[in-house]
């Protein structure tokens, strides 16, 4: 595949299935080209001569062209794209629709377009594509009504519908770009490729993008690591809630992953998510004009006290802070400011501040080193030029380098003030939490450019034993397996309580009078997942009663299902809870994004509360740990209410085993261990469930 | 105090302190008022002759008005004030600031200016206000640059400068109002006397307002309940966050109360609480134009896949559904769909839809009797018509009567399609997500204006014991009692286990032998606020260990604190925890709102997991009902993971009978019942800990 930054920079475009008649999608590529394409556009029609006066080709081969756009009916498409890679054209844009969206035949048809792709190597998009636009070279390769301004965001989406949109709606509030790409079906190039091809652009500052889903997304995890130490993301991955998830199944015909993946998977590829269409924006539009902030504290200057309250709230809710001012800058705000002001944070410079007096303040707090950024906050006063607070705010801006947000309330009166701020990269909105979002999210892109992303630790695990035992499904009718895969777990260094599984009373106790003090005893058997609601477990087990509570179990498995499998019974040394917290740890296997690791309370509590946190696997040690820290019972973890605290780092490394151990097995589909018992001193599982998937072993 | 409504009806305004010096609060005021109110506008100025080419008056006392408007210095606002009063002038509008918000000498003239007004029984706002509106009349009685245009919101702010800006902006945006009110420093008119007064203003359809505090949370619930159900209110309410709260104590000089208060008191109220200024006049446009749906599934018809998905997210995010279709609807859309649409919600016409094909989705969805709303989503495209499908939009809203949110997604193209529909008071929006809380707001208000209040039920309980028990810290140092305290709540009617405190080792061992079983027994003393920090408590101990346990817990405390008073020892049964859940039921009292109630999880997980609701006292039974409710682990009590639900009537009244308790002794400062045991067959407080303010006794 040729360089992708190739097929934004073309010089001669072939448009295959060009024609002037009107209201076709052909005539309307041909004008958005004609328009402005700075290089050549050449035609391609067998059944015409000329289209817009220029002398039609019959076939691409003819064209010499490095771009191909196909616009003829699905039947003669991949022909079309095929004659296009013989004549060694490496770009394709495939707005013919007809694909994998209409069924089995329009897949079938997919299947073989991206064959014929990959057999000449081609930079492919679409198929049922909306088109590519790049704006340094004046190509509007799409048939959408709206031209880009030129910017330097790029823009990918998979609606197109919703390009046109955006572009309408960006013309009218100054918004330009660089490149712009409807991703349609993705047969070949997907968001990944546009993140490795954006993220070396020169010309590209920020990468934007709505999806409904990502096809790979290990890949994206690591294109958009290395991207994101440069060039923020912000996307909006709509299916976000249950009946959004059901839409973007229905509407692009793919199988949803769960949105924690997606959670995860995105905040582990730094990118920043974006929930609405406003946010998205609101995002992208400081992160291309503003510097990030180099701390997270705000000064808010205002000749409001209300609307200054309303601003420290938005500060409030967001991840940033009101600044603490330096004695010298509570000094000069005294200095500056009469009977009635408030030099704290958020600043009143009262309503009958003047602009100087306006701009002083804001000059005062962009020079107090506890200061990341500023919002200046103002209310129309008779005594005050907004056009001239504009034009203050942007010099004061450029001189000290650090991130304003403007937030001039008011209609009629704030527009003559838009055009200076707006020039300048700075926003400026009526509503504070607005003006509040833009500079979190460039606290949160300097967290994420400055990450380092760790290797995940290797553990020295025993792999030939893990598989020995995971093997063992391949002789049952079911393949899940319980408790009797603990060595599992004990083959990749999970530590388990003392204690075997057993098939006769005598057993049991003998492995009950090698372990000191009471066992607990558990019925071991495929068929009965609930152990606990047919008295299957027993608990604090004195070794005299150990035979009796043998031959209890089986009968109430028995009873409960006669013809269930019964492995045998579980002795297990009692793991003492009273200091110590249940967690639960597990996986299950996203079909985007793979193993996807949950970290949680444990016990009772894990349903109820889904006080839960996930990461795609392989994790490091610095995500094992961040995930203890990120449940909300993490105190309870750190030894709240005069608890001593429990081994956390155990907890993590645990983590880190069951990454390793699920990432060198793709065969297990799902686990739990649960409860993973956590205490000062030891952590281990208690109980595992897990399914295996005998094709993959 | 006359009519409230008269306030905003006068027939006469007195401006006292009017003049046309350049720049002057009196200049601008008498500007405003002469510029278009439909009655007299009488200048009282002892040092002119003439204010505006009118006669001005030595005093108020000689204008006859109705309403009178002082813009006096602050040391003769007051005497003006009395003036008016004696003159039989029943409205007062004090503009002069120098009062409450200005320290002490201020604080002292607000004491005067409220005795005056009580003494004349006025209708006094501010001082310190910018100012009253009200468009029927023509009035504006502010010293702001704007004037409101008319309307049928009725709006109060508590911040002078947030009235400019949205009006500012209002005007901008074609959005009216029918009063205006500044609100000052609330010396005699507050928020509680405006809501009343709108509720049952015939021209007020929606009650607006921004808020930094509310003076009396009890009177604020009842009014507000009474007034929602028929009128929204919608309110900004600042001091959110710690930040904002401590931002706007400094800035109004009052006392925060927490936040829980403010959002438990709000919601008892029946108001819609806005976060952000957005939020606030997104509900409130809907409010006033749009009826509320009679269900809360709505219908999204869109040209658009993507932008349907994205509209279902939001629906997802909200208290509203996806509407299900008829088994007609469908038919009807698979009849009028081609190829390619999708007749399931969100329906998508297809981007080659034109009017009329969109125009009968819509028409067909708001027909079905599943959807109670319906979004309209468009994007862009060269067969579509924005203005005519507003057209349409409009026209269909009107004839099913069902409330319509459109997202016609765009910026140029979309604008004359904008009249229309602002016209018929059917927001506009790019972001689907803005559409759909305007519907959220609606059906949120549905149920708010059918909610019933029931009165709190009247316990039989013992008010003298209980008084007595409360009166005990009068002969202490410490106005805390714990566990001593257990038969407080006894005489409320709330279970207690079995047991009692002793002073001696024989009397612990006595008490332990009238009960079943093995006890608990914790130290008593109010010097020891954590006993089991100190090992103060002992759980599980059978009854031949109670007297060596007796004599171990007070040696205890001597060495943890020698000179601890120690009340006793408490011996109590043992409350099983192995079918319980541990749950905590408290109060504390809030400066504004009054005694608040808190239910919640209890145990080890009250400060970790916060899982807490809170309300207002006094509540009637279905309000407790519902705090059993709304915590994540509701579930829990209701049995989950085959548990035995739990009594969770008996945990409903122990909160009604704990609400009845503090309501009946403002003596009681806070109290919490931590825990009390929940279990499928009783409900019991093991543990109790409370402040008593004697003076209150």
Sequence with gaps: MGELSELFAPERIAVVGATDRDGSVGRAIMENLLDSFVGEVVPVNPKRESVFDRP???????????????????????????????????????????????????????RELKDVAEAYDLNLVGP???????????????????????????????????????????????????????????????????????????????????????????????SAREVTQDTPIVLVKSGRTDAGAQAASSHTGTIAGSDEAYEAGLEQAGVIRAE????????????????????????????????????????????????????????????????????????????DADNERFRDAVDVALGDENVGSVIVLACPTAVLDYEQLARDTVALQEEHEKPVAACFMGGARVEAAEAP????????????????????????????????YDEPTAFDVDRERAREILSSVEDRADTRLGVEAMDLLDAYGIETPEGDIVDAPADALEVAEGIDGDVVMKIVSPDILHKSDIGGVKVGVPHEEVYDAYEDLVSRARNYQPDATIIGVQVQEMVDLDDGVETIVGMNRDPQFGPLLLFGLGGIFVETLEDTTFRVAPVSEAEAETMTEEIDAAPLLRGARGRDPVDVAGVAETIQRLSQLVTDFPAILELDINPLVATPDVVKAVDVRLTVDPEEL
């Excluded at 009218?172 to 660089?178: A, D, N």
């Excluded at 701020?421 to 300097?446: K, Q, T, W």
Aim: charged share 25%; glycine share 12%.
């Design 56 to 110: 039609a080709r019959d076939g691409v081969g003819e064209t010499d062209a490095d771009l191909a756009v196909i616009v003829v009916p699905p039947d003669v498409a991949v022909e079309s794209v095929r004659e296009a890679g013989e004549a060694g054209i490496g770009n394709v844009v495939v707005i013919t629709a007809g694909f994998g969206e209409t069924g089995s035949e329009g897949a079938a048809r997919e």
């Design 276 to 351: 609405t269409v406003q946010e998205l924006f609101d995002a992208a539009r400081v992160l291309e004009s503003q510097p990030v902030p180099e701390r997270d504290g705000v000064a808010v200057i205002t000749n409001a006290g209300g609307p200054g309250v309303m601003t420290t709230d938005a500060i409030g809710d967001s991840r940033l802070s009101m600044a603490s001012f330096t004695d010298e800058t509570l000094e000069a705000f005294r200095e500056a400011l009469p009977a009635g002001g408030n030099v704290y944070n958020p600043v009143d410079v009262v309503g």
């Design 128 to 222: 049922n594509s909306l088109g590519i636009m790049s704006t340094p070279v004046g190509m509007n390769a799409t048939f959408g009504p709206e031209d880009a301004a030129a910017g330097r965001m790029s823009f990918m989406s998979q609606s197109g519908a919703f390009i046109t949109a955006v572009l309408d709606w960006a013309n009218e509030q100054g918004i330009g770009f660089k490149d712009v790409v409807s991703l349609g079906n993705k047969a070949v190039l997907d968001e990944s490729d546009f993140v490795d091809a954006w993220g070396t652009d020169p010309d590209t500052d920020v990468i934007i993008g709505y999806l409904e889903g990502i096809d790979d997304g290990q890949r994206f995890i690591r």
């Design 421 to 452: 701020l707006a020039e300048a990269g700075i926003p400026n909105y009526f509503d504070p939490a607005r003006a509040v979002d833009g500079l979190d999210a460039l606290s949160r892109f300097r967290d994420i450019s400055e990450r380092e």
